[in-house]
């Protein structure tokens, strides 16, 4: 990530330059060059410490309810063994083709993931908000929610649609890009108004 052209920018400016530095490590399969320690994928089961609760609005249970949770033993279905064939794959859960949309972070080098980290859990919380490891302590995460710390410098991104296109696009399987009006709705998880 080019830290200092992110910082003082915008955040959708971040999550392009996020997006784009990540694709191009997952096209090159090259390892991140030296620079700031990098954040550290940690997994889904961190963020359900806090977020599954009905005062926090059960984003963990909403996932595990959408599709997103699902992208990587999808990879196992008949369907996705009969799309694979035609390209010459053979065990999709294996092929840099397909991980690339159906994990969190592929590319990305073994030393960003934490052990708690399971790429069986497909397209997880830290796909669009990034890597938590610089900000998932309760004391961050407060902070950030009150804006008095910055969201770019511990790395927390609030998705938008560049987001998605990383995946949802002419190449992806669905061949289209997302509607974000309709389909953030259909995935949404917002914290309730009470408690924000
Ligand atoms: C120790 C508890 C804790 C953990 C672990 C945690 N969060 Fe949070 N998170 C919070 C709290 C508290 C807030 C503030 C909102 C609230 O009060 O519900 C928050 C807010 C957020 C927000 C909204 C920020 C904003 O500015 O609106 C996002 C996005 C988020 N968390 C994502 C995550 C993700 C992804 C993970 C896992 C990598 C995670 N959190 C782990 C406690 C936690
Ligand atoms: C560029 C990203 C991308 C790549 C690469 C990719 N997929 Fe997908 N895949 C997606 C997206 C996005 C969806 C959801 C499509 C939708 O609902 O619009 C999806 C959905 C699917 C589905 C569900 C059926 C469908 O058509 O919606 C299967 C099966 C699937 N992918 C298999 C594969 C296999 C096998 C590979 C490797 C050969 C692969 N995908 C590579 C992004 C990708
Ligand atoms: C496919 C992408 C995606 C995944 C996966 C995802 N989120 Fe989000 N998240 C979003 C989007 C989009 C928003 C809304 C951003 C906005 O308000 O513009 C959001 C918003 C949030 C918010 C802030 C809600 C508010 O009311 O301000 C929290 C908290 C959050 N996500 C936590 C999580 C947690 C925890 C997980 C995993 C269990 C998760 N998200 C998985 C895309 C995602
Ligand atoms: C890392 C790749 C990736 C990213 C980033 C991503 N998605 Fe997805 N999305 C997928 C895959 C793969 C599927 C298909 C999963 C399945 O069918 O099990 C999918 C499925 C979906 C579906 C379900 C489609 C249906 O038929 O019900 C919606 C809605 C969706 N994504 C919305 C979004 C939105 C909105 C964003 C951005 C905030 C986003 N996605 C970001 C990979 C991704």
Known sequence: MKRNKILGTTVLLAAVLVVSASAEEAKEGVKAPAKAPAAHYLGVAKCKTCHNTAKSGMQYTKWTESKHSKAFALLATPEALEIAKKKGIADPQKSADCLKCHVTGYGEPTENFEATFKP?????????????????????????????????????????????????????????????????????????????
């Open 120 to 196: 069986e859990d497909g397209v997880q919380c830290e796909t669009c908000h990034g890597a938590g490891s610089n900000y998932f302590k309760m004391a961050t995460m407060k902070a950030v929610r009150a804006g008095t710390t910055d969201r770019d410098k511990v790395g927390l991104l609030i998705p938008t649609k560049k987001t998605c296109d990383k995946c949802h696009n002419a190449e992806g399987t669905g061949g289209k890009e997302v509607d974000w009006s309709a389909d953030s709705t259909k995935i949404a998880h917002p914290i309730p108004k009470a408690a924000g």
